[in-house]
């Protein structure tokens, strides 16, 4: 499909590919798309838990939000090990549970304790003593301050406050116990201020903003600005870039069409999503990946987890696994578009 955009200026592939009569043409390669990136992602997925012992986002967190919302649409999987996975999670967990008892957490601090309950929470684990001890640590963590901070500044999945606060606010609600709930309504209550007069500034904002309201169950009317504001920063190449500096790319399209549609309530048969997934399509390399460039510094010891692109590796599992999930969201479309 980079040969297509090789040959004709981008913009002009993209709206031939979206404005396409027969619904069928976008959807189906769209399922073509998400058949190549699949065995990609779960290989990221092994290769991460034979390397390391603790959890990673890029490679757990983002393939198994693409696996699991592909295994919803028919797209099985038996090489997919979902059990395998969960336990190397909870145990990552389990072995800090007195930290998170204490308010200390671990590294990464509320952003890895959100993301792997949310990883959880997507393959189906039950709640226990280590949910309910994390759900105390994210209770405790930035308590005076009423929302939660970013401690990270790995851009863009690691550097925005909103994306730590739309995890910690899913972990609250999904894992928060009896015993907490009191005090979960009134640190939800705060945080919902905090967002309501936040203004987002890159597209991991505008993103995680949208899906955080969404979360705390604002109307789509008060999304609605959020939605609009979304839908304005599309590009004419039919994608979104990570600031509105930069250009179009794999992982800010795949996440922006993911919260158009699920908390934006963007039918994934509108011009707008088809010119996303257009964009996704053709710029899908030939082996199955998106491949994204690391704006991020390293800070530990590099490893092979058997996703390409070498150092740009986990960014671009992340872009994928995002491309992946809004490219499965379009196959569920009706078959004829707007």
Known sequence: MQRIVATLPLFLAVLNFAHANDGSTWQDDAKASVVKALPLLQKGMDGHIAKKTCFACHNQLMPMLALT?????????????????????????????????????????????????????????????TTEAVVEYLLLRDEKLGYWRAVSNRPPSEASAFTTNYYAIRALQKWGTAAQKDRIDKRLATTRSWLLKTSAKDTEDRVFRLLSLQAMGESIEA????????????RKDGGWGQTDAMGSDAYATGSALYALHQAGQVSVSSLAYRRGIAFLVMMQEDDGSWKIRSRSKPFQTYYESGFPHANDQFISIAASSWATTALTLAIAASRSPD
């Open 69 to 129: 919302t592909a295994n919803g649409r028919a797209f099985e999987s038996k090489e997919f090990d979902l059990k395998k996975q969960t336990k190397f999670i909870a145990d990552f967990l389990d072995r800090n549970r007195d930290n998170y008892k204490e308010g200390k957490g671990q590294g990464g601090q509320a952003d890895t304790a959100g993301q792997a309950l949310y990883t959880l929470e997507l393959a189906g684990w039950t709640r226990d003593g």
């Open 223 to 234: 999304r609605k600005p959020m939605v609009d504001a979304l839908l304005r920063s599309q």
